[in-house]
């Protein structure tokens, strides 16, 4: 009697390694991708970068620095993300199904490194997402790509430290509690080094320093070579786990390049104690000559390279006014002109009056026209040679009484007018003049002006142009507006204008 034993059924092949290695991959990135939290962490990001930006005129800088900073979010909601994913081996239950697969947990600790490209397409579209948000508005300055670039590294940083830390300390308190820690470290670096050479500054996720000149070049490329050295770092240590000799020399290699990074933002960033910021760096980047000029009804506007698209925003506070002044006897209007609202240096002299307007514009409502008010009262003292700062006081805190002048009249009148709102601006006191001090009867006599139309009361002005530029008394020269008994100065305690 003779037996025959067949070979044992295979109902499946074995994988390769690599093969492995990448279906999970692939599975890990379904499951990333359907998960709630991943897309509403998403959503908060973009109404973050969105809503921190909504009160003022975008600008790249701004643009950057918001993005920069929504970008962390995503990356904490990641690190928890990625280390929920890696402790999955570890959790009950789970241990004795995992050993049978045909990848070890070094293999699926690289299998799981695909979040690391996954989480920087996020943050591409997050990006993307926040500047379509901002149309029709379109960021104004200069384009710094590598500026945004943190916007898209950050979050795979967070992907890769959540591998890291679930690889190393599985617990499942272990994820929240890093994210806390890492928001702690990223709150406290500021803080590290002190003055021009605050090295906690430059260790920071986002640069947030302000640039020492409105579109001059920062060192933004370092400050993506060092987050680049930060993820190679973070990844290292996520490996090191099984792949020891190897994950220590990337990681003394990586933190090399990103001391060398850092060290390089440090020097070439001007403002420091090595490279200080002279006038005629300044000149190169906001003096007269890089001004873009444009003239629109016989005003000169002056924006710095990029802006140039608020100079409709800027006309449309101006020409209210210079609609209200007679023609051919105001002389040479005054000019907007742009500068910079941090440096705030002499340049040449200007050869007719200039208003100065800087880098911030509010962008909705209030914020809007707050900054259209700003302008136009700007724009009225200028025109109307009222008092401004002196050599003594430079910031004009020294009052004076502009009562019974008729200059004072005329310029609450000419900024009321120019505003939607403007009989309740001024009934609210709300009108600002400078140095000069208005009294309740040239407040009144401003609302009695508005009640006539404009092209009777530019009729009066221009027969007594002289007078509206000078200290001159009101006098009877409104009367025909309805305007008088309007009492000259001499019994305030507030020394009147000159």
């Not at 993300?81 to 070890?104: F, K, M, Q, W």
């Not at 001159?472 to 100065?489: F, K, S």
Request: aromatic content about 6%; glycine content about 10%.
């Amino acid at each position: 009697m003779s037996a025959t034993v067949a070979a044992p059924a295979v109902f499946w092949s074995v994988p390769a390694p690599r093969v492995a290695t990448l279906a999970l991959a692939v599975t890990e990135t379904r499951i990333l991708l359907r998960s709630v939290t991943l897309w509403a962490g998403a959503l908060v990001t973009v109404a973050l970068g969105t809503v921190w930006g909504w009160t003022r005129m975008p600008t790249w800088d701004t643009v950057g620095d918001n993005a920069g900073m929504a970008a962390v979010v995503l990356a904490g909601v990641l690190l928890a993300l990625g280390h929920l994913a890696v402790s999955r081996d570890y959790r009950h239950g789970v241990t004795e199904a995992t050993i049978t697969l045909p990848a070890e947990r070094a293999r699926r600790t690289i299998a799981l490194l695909v979040l690391i490209p996954v989480a920087a397409l996020l943050g591409a579209l997050v990006l993307g997402a926040q500047l379509a948000l901002l149309l029709p508005d379109v960021p104004a300055g200069t384009f710094d790509g590598w500026n945004l670039a943190p916007v898209v590294l950050i979050p795979p940083i967070g992907a890769a430290l959540g591998v890291a830390v679930g690889r190393w300390l599985p617990a499942t308190a272990a994820g929240p509690l890093a994210v806390v820690a890492s928001a702690i470290m990223i709150h406290g670096l500021p803080g590290i080094g002190n003055g021009g050479n605050n090295v906690g500054w430059w260790l920071s996720p986002v640069l947030l320093r302000q640039n020492w000149a409105p579109g001059a070049p920062e060192p933004t490329g370092w400050h993506a070579a060092y987050l680049l050295a930060l993820l190679a770092v973070v990844v290292a240590i996520a490996l090191a786990r099984y792949r020891m000799v190897v994950s220590t020399v990337v990681a003394v290699v990586a933190m090399a390049l990103g001391a060398v990074a850092v060290s390089q933002q440090m020097r070439d960033q001007p403002g420091s104690f090595s490279q200080p910021v002279t006038k005629a760096m300044m000149d190169d980047y906001i003096g007269p000559a890089v001004l873009r000029c444009e003239e629109h009804d016989a005003v000169r506007y002056c924006a710095l390279p990029g802006y140039q698209s608020w100079i409709p925003l800027w006309r449309d506070a101006v020409e209210p006014v210079t609609r209200a002044v007679p023609a051919g006897v105001a002389g040479v209007l005054p000019g907007v002109r742009q500068r910079d609202n941090v440096q705030f240096l002499q340049s040449a002299t200007a050869e007719r009056p200039t208003v100065d307007t800087d880098l911030i514009w509010g962008r909705h409502g209030k914020w809007a026209a707050q900054s259209r008010v700003g302008l136009v009262q700007r724009y009225v003292r200028a025109l109307t040679a009222l008092p401004t700062a002196t050599a003594d006081d430079p910031f004009g805190e020294q009052s004076c009484s502009g009562a019974g002048q008729l200059r004072t009249v005329v310029a609450l009148w000419l900024i009321a007018q120019a505003l939607p709102d403007g009989r309740k601006v001024l009934e609210g006191n709300q009108v600002r003049l400078g140095r000069l001090k208005a009294g309740r009867a040239e407040t009144d006599a401003a609302v009695t002006l508005l009640g006539q139309p404009r092209e009777r009361v530019t009729a009066i002005l221009a027969a007594h142009w002289d007078a509206v530029v000078s200290a001159a008394p009101v006098g009877d020269i409104l009367d025909p507006l309805g305007v008088r008994g309007i009492a000259a100065a001499g019994t305030e305690q507030v020394t009147p204008c000159r």
